[in-house]
């Protein structure tokens, strides 16, 4: 089992920045690619951007490209995203996910955290 807790939620303005983090234990992790999702109120949860196990790859919503950056850190077990330029259509749950494939990890994560609040006024 994979267990995962985000932080850094918020609300914020728009054109603000948040640091989205999720925090793993339980196996070892860079053996996981690593995902965030979101949802917003009364949708489906969608993919926002996804990471292979060193870093190398990297993949985003159209939405989010040129203003989110997905990192890890796998001494710290730890997945980042850097939200920037951030637009009321953002606010939504985000939430990370884990799976031992990158190709996995971008439809049907294996783990899931249980998310954090991001809201962006306007």
């Not at 999720?22 to 009364?42: D, E, I, K, L, V």
């Not at 993919?47 to 997905?70: E, L």
């Not at 884990?98 to 306007?122: C, E, F, K, M």
Request: aromatic share 10%.
């Amino acid at each position: 089992q994979v267990q995962l807790v985000e932080s850094g939620g918020g609300l914020v303005q728009a054109g603000d920045s948040l640091r989205l983090s999720c925090a793993a234990s339980g196996r070892t992790f860079s053996n996981y690619a690593m995902g965030w999702f979101r949802q917003a109120p009364g949708k489906e949860r969608k993919f926002v951007a996804a990471i292979n196990w060193s870093g190398s790859s990297t993949s985003y919503v159209d939405s989010a490209k040129g203003r989110f950056t997905i990192s890890r850190d796998n001494a710290k077990n730890t997945v980042y995203l850097q939200m920037n330029s951030l637009k009321p259509e953002d606010t939504a749950t985000y939430s990370c996910a884990a799976a031992l494939s990158y190709t996995r990890v971008l439809n049907i994560p294996d783990y899931w955290g249980q998310g954090t609040q991001v809201t962006v006024s306007s």
